[in-house]
């Protein structure tokens, strides 16, 4: 079966301060990635997917299939971005099926 | 526009006792979800509905049941809560499918089963 797994709960950084927030995952195929944000008091959104090669408020994110990794980056932390972020895999082609990370929280402080 | 709409935000059980969380999306999705977010575990997928009239187990389905009413509204059921229930749930809903169709969720209800 698949897995995600985010080995940071907590991440804190000070506004300014590079961030990479780690995925790794396991699935003998090929998964499609995603991260997804959630602020405080606001709902679980999509950040980015892998597949769309997007850059999002700063951050993207590189699949690396031979680490089996999908960190998400930002050159720049904001204080904005302050949040909760899952990593998520999907092995179906719909991409709505998805497995999710515990989630890590990034707290930038000002 | 409201999206996905959750209802109750909050409700507290007894052991044993039954209740439905209720969700509706005025998006015209064909697929609708419903997650539990325990702390240190993400999101598990309990029940889905991949389209109108059918619905599927997902990961961690024991102690629920679901109906999907009709385009709009997918709800959750739990005949005998227990204090594992404990958590809180989101309901989601996704368009067609393809990788254009990220979930849009709700706020969440927050189930305390003592």
């Known amino acids: 079966a698949q897995r995600v797994t985010q080995p940071e709960k907590l991440l804190s950084v000070f506004k300014g301060a590079p961030v990479e927030l780690k995925c790794n995952y396991s699935?003998?195929?090929?998964?499609?990635l995603f991260w997804y944000v959630q602020y405080s008091r606001q709902r679980l959104q999509l950040l980015l997917r892998h597949i769309s090669r997007e850059s999002i408020k700063g951050f993207t994110a590189d699949l690396n299939k031979g680490e089996t990794s999908f960190h998400l980056k930002k050159p720049f932390a904001q204080e904005e971005d302050s949040a909760m972020y899952y990593c998520a895999l999907s092995i179906n082609n719909a991409g709505n099926m998805l497995t999710f990370g515990g989630g890590t929280r990034l707290m930038v402080k000002p | 526009n409201a999206g996905v709409t959750q209802t109750p935000k909050f409700q507290v059980l007894k052991t044993g006792q039954s209740m439905t969380l209720q969700c509706a999306q005025d998006m015209n999705h064909n697929s609708m979800y419903w997650y539990r977010q325990d702390p240190g575990m993400g999101l598990r997928l309990i029940y889905y509905?991949?389209?109108?009239?059918?619905?599927d187990k997902g990961e961690v389905p024991n102690g629920y049941n679901v109906s999907r009413l009709n385009k709009r509204e997918f709800s959750l059921r739990l005949e005998s809560a227990a204090p594992s229930q404990t958590s809180v749930y989101f309901c989601?809903?996704?368009?067609?499918?393809?990788?254009?169709?990220?979930?849009?969720f709700g706020n969440g209800t927050r189930l305390t089963v003592t």
């Open positions: 699935y003998s195929g090929s998964p499609e």
């Open positions: 989601a809903s996704s368009a067609v499918r393809d990788y254009n169709s990220p979930l849009h």
């Open positions: 509905s991949a389209s109108e009239g059918t619905t």
